[in-house]
């Protein structure tokens, strides 16, 4: 049986950076996890936007949005966490991303307004910079062009340019079909097109005409896969205008660019990923813990001293519902939830103050290690990080990425 | 400010507004169909979809269970289309009635509603997914009906006589002089214009809505409102409509609707017909009594819940919904003094066409006409109105005729651009307030596994391509269209559909901030009446 120091439980925004930083630690790292969360990102890294929720608060400063909501909820998962530690986790995450091809940009202490593919603006604290030229474009009002593609779903530049008209009335559009496809297109194939520079230089002569005397043009996410910067650089060039992407509705890049990167470089600090394979028996003793991921002939038996919970709420399968309870997946730990389904959910489904049952999940110590039904730490070397944690709404306080990294940050640190 | 006149007014498109508007087309009577919202929006569009054979109601309402027998056999003959012929099974399970059990078949033949025992193994040859702990069996004649594609069918053909149809037109108030309905204001959802109708006759066929519509004219009804909830399983669960042998009560029948199953119903009474929805405590108490007969349904995958409201029109002291008459009344308010004025109300689907026949009978003697009813005879033209809300069609259509550049825009249903086009184009001027429910009114979209949390954005992005949507309207429809599937969501999310929600919220909020924005309207009257305004969002 393989043995090593950390099993990462989950391969999310969470379970990523878990096992990054605990594998940059030097520590040796096994990682389990199946599709979730981060197939589905938009690329961009919330830190924290809007407290309290029910008030639909916007916060410019994240870290002043911090200190209330630390104030008002004692028991959200960023209690566990301190600024230095958060901004240290983020510079850690965000660095191993640009050594691997995607450049991260923001203001310190600022969250920025982007564009979302409904047209909304949504205030974000990094951003991937091949969305960094829509800020300013945005900021400014210039005069821009947005692209999409005849066969491409999931974003309409029209869409934007109506929905934005009042605030921003120097938006054009123009559809296009794309350079050498065909038919329903999807972004990944397009994107891996991009990486010749003579699609490019078609893309560029295809769109040249529409420009005018637009100062920058918008594109739907598709500009490269894993050579977004050079990408964009040459289109750049090729129209003489700043250019920028929005991200798609899924299926989008931005997941998989984030995957690919992760891909590319926790191999190479000796990870030991075993891909799309979910937890299916977990054992614990005064040693560590014995894993079996997957299930048949392909599945694997792993031992490791200590082990990261990052298994995700109900997409990510780390929480489990029945008509009557909410369980967690792996260590069958208790979950804190409302008293029954019917507290659930709202009736309405964009109640500003979001679902109960998102704030279900783990409850933990300070170190983040679950408590078991008594209130006591489960396993002194068990700890966990992002969603699964209970009391916190990602969704609508817009701080699901910085929530996962922090505390995973957290979580290693505290192995 | 409009005028329109008719000969005839009918007021509801529920299906028996919709047969009424056919029974009086092929008598040539002129009529004219007003909506308040769109074509079964009420009960028509919110019940099983069962075509009763009878059999239900031989120990109750032996009246009704003749009715639905004869009614059953002329719709399977004339409307093929819109019927699958799936039959019946009546079973009772250990702790059943046993005296309810063998006095059944007695029954049947008293109403003459075909029944035939079988052996329990042979049921449960015919059905696997019936409990070990039958007890006895019957095969019965009831089968599934698609009520959207024969209200549409009804329509399409009075239309083709010359009658006419409106849509988003609530009846809001009404001039009597003389004891005769002269006048009946309505307003317009879509514009807020004033639109004046007259009529020789006024039929009141709104359903639950009956005893509003009537107090328009001063005449009094009194309408008792009975909720009911169902659940859609996510896979067919059964071949043919499977009914508990005991005495009516919830969670009684399972009918075949297409690719899946519909399971139900309950029976609460509530105090208004508008914003019915099914809640936890009805889904769990429909499953946890259901699988007493069908196993199975304790471990299904259910794909939504929804809820209509049954008109019971109240003849004597309140009790048992259940016991209050399952026939129709057709109520002539000649007798409070409205000469012009009719109610046409209660019944149940299978019996649509004979209510239609018999308030259309009372209607031409008012009116003087001597031409008899056709429908009992006359066959119903299949017509294209109803023809995307087939399951299936989507992605035959798609995958016969595909164009090279035609997408995909509903994956659950396969629903392609150019059927949202070819919707769109039939709907016009006809979308009421919201273009995207009005394709979810005529399409299977949205009605999928996702329930509307990807179709939804992507349809909402073609409709600003095609210039449908402007400004903020096409993401305030959105957010409404994405309420009202919620509606029936919300209750059956555990398992897979709760990871779905998972998803689509951290789609709609967490990735595009929906929560914000112009706000989404919930209730009835204002999705229909409010603009969408107060756009928030961060600055």
């Known amino acids: 049986m393989k043995t090593y120091d950390v099993m990462v439980i989950g ?38 936007a809007v407290h309290p929720i029910a008030e639909q608060k916007v916060w410019e400063d994240p870290f002043a949005a911090l200190v209330a909501l630390r104030r008002d909820l004692p028991d959200h998962p960023y209690c566990r ?65 947005l692209v999409d593609f005849s066969g491409l779903k999931g974003l309409s530049a029209r869409q934007i340019a109506e929905v934005r008209k009042d605030s921003w009335p120097n938006l054009k559009v123009a559809r296009i079909k794309f350079p050498g496809m065909g038919g329903e297109l999807y972004p990944e194939h397009m994107a891996w097109s991009m990486a010749d520079p003579a699609r490019r230089a078609e893309l560029a002569q295809t769109v040249a005409p529409f420009v005018a005397d637009a100062e920058y043009v918008g594109f739907p996410a598709i500009l490269g896969m894993t050579d977004t910067t050079a990408v964009l650089s040459h289109l750049e060039e090729l129209l003489g205008r700043p250019v920028f992407e929005i991200p798609t509705l899924p299926p989008s890049i931005a997941g998989p660019r984030l995957r690919a990167a992760f891909d590319r470089g926790l191999p190479a600090l000796g990870v030991r990923t075993y891909t799309q394979k979910l937890i299916t028996k977990a054992a614990c003793s005064e040693e560590g813990f014995s894993f079996t991921a997957g ?121 | 400010m409009t005028i329109l006149t008719t000969r005839v007014l009918i007021i509801g498109a529920g299906v028996t507004g919709a047969g009424l508007l056919r029974d009086l087309a092929l008598r040539g009577v002129q009529a004219l169909l007003i909506e308040q919202r769109d074509v079964n929006s009420g009960a028509s569009g919110g019940n099983h979809g069962l075509l009763h054979s009878g059999a239900r109601y031989v120990a109750s309402d032996v009246e009704a269970a003749v009715e639905c027998r004869e009614e059953g056999d002329i719709l399977r003959r004339l409307a093929p289309q ?89 009846a809001v108030s009404m001039e009597v002089t003389d004891g005769r309905v002269t006048l009946v204001r309505c307003r317009d959802i879509t514009t807020g214009g004033e639109v004046l109708i007259e009529a020789e006759l006024v039929i009141n066929a709104s359903g639950a809505w009956a005893g509003r519509i009537a107090a328009l004219a001063g005449a009094h009804i009194n309408i008792l409102y009975s909720m009911g909830s169902l659940i859609i399983t996510q896979d067919r669960i059964a071949t043919r409509v499977i009914n508990r042998l005991r005495p009516p009560s919830d969670a009684d029948i399972l009918v075949p609707g297409g690719t899946v199953s519909i399971l139900g119903t309950t029976s609460i009474r509530v105090p208004t017909p508008d914003g019915c929805r099914p809640s936890v405590a009805e889904t769990d108490r429909i499953i946890d009594d259901a699988r007493d007969m069908l196993p199975i349904l304790d471990r299904t995958r259910y794909i939504r819940a929804y809820a209509g409201v049954r008109p019971l029109v109240s003849l004597g002291p309140a009790g048992d919904d259940r016991a209050v008459s399952r026939g129709f009344s057709l109520i002539d308010h000649a007798g409070e003094g409205v000469e012009n004025f009719m109610t046409i109300t209660g019944g149940k689907l299978t019996t649509y066409r004979l209510m239609a026949e018999k308030a259309a009978d009372l209607a031409c003697a008012k009116l003087g006409v001597a031409a008899p009813c056709l429908t009992r005879t006359e066959p119903l033209p299949p017509s294209s109105m109803g023809k995307w809300t087939e399951p299936g069609r ?15 825009l509903c994956e659950c249903e396969m629903v392609s651009r150019s059927v949202i086009d070819a919707i769109v184009d039939e709907a016009k001027d006809m979308r009421g307030r919201s273009m995207l429910k009005a394709i979810g009114m005529r399409s299977r979209v949205g009605k999928g596994p996702c329930q509307g949390g990807f179709c939804g954005p992507r349809i909402t992005g ?32 555990w398992g897979v559909p709760l990871m779905q929600a998972d998803l689509q919220e951290a789609l709609h909020c967490g990735a595009m901030d929906l929560e914000f924005g112009p706000a989404p309207s919930t209730r009835d009257e204002e999705s229909e009446n409010c603009p969408a305004t107060a756009f928030k969002e961060p600055s």
Not at chain 1, 118 to 135: D, E, H, I, S
Not at chain 1, 344 to 352: A, I, K, L, N, Y
Not at chain 1, 353 to 361: F, I, L, R, W
Not at chain 1, 372 to 384: E, S, T
């Open chain 1, 11 to 48: 391969s999310g925004f969470a379970g990523m950076a878990a096992t990054l930083f605990a594998a940059e630690r030097g520590l040796s790292v096994a990682q389990t996890g199946a599709t979730g969360g981060i197939d589905f990102s938009t690329g961009f890294i919330d830190l924290l």
């Open chain 1, 81 to 145: 966490v301190s600024d230095d530690e958060i901004c240290r986790a983020l510079e850690q995450f965000t660095t191993f991303l640009g050594r691997h091809g995607l450049c991260y940009r923001g203001r310190t202490g600022k969250n920025t307004l982007t564009l979302t593919a409904a047209g909304t603006m949504k205030p974000t604290y990094l951003l991937p910079c091949t969305a960094w030229n829509g800020v300013k474009a945005w900021e400014t009002k210039a005069p821009t062009l």
């Open chain 2, 82 to 170: 819109c019927i699958e012929d799936t039959g019946g099974l009546f079973v009772a399970v250990r702790g059943d009635d046993e005296r309810y059990v063998s006095d059944f078949s007695g029954l049947c033949a008293k109403s003459g509603v075909p029944c035939r025992g079988l052996e329990l193994r042979t049921a449960r040859a015919m059905e696997p997914a019936l409990s070990e702990n039958l007890i006895a069996a019957f095969a019965v004649q009831d089968g599934a009906v698609d009520p959207f594609m024969l209200s549409l069918d009804n329509i399409a053909q009075a239309m083709s006589l010359g009658c006419s149809m409106r849509r988003n037109l609530a």
């Open chain 2, 462 to 493: 073609h409709l600003y391509d095609r210039e449908v949507s402007t400004g903020t309207q096409g993401l305030a429809e959105l957010k409404t269209f994405t309420e009202r599937r919620w509606r029936g969501f919300s209750p059956i999310l």
């Open chain 1, 295 to 415: 299930s048949g002939s392909t599945s694997v038996e792993i031992f490791a001293k200590s082990a990261i919970l990052a298994s995700g709420r109900f997409f990510g399968k780390g929480l489990k519902a029945n008509r009557h309870r909410i369980f967690e997946a792996v260590f069958d730990l208790p979950v804190s939830q409302p008293e029954n389904r019917a507290l659930w959910h709202r009736p309405e489904f964009f109640d500003p103050q979001g679902h109960e049952v998102n704030q279900a999940g783990i409850e933990t110590d300070e170190n983040l290690r679950p408590l078991d039904a008594q209130g006591r730490v489960f396993h002194p070397r068990l700890h966990a990080a992002g969603a699964i944690l209970a009391h916190q709404d990602w969704m609508r306080m817009k701080c699901g990425a910085g929530l996962a990294i922090a505390t995973a940050y957290k979580a290693v640190a505290s192995l």
């Open chain 2, 394 to 408: 989507g992605p035959k259509s798609w995958v016969e005729n595909r164009a090279e550049d035609d997408i995909v």
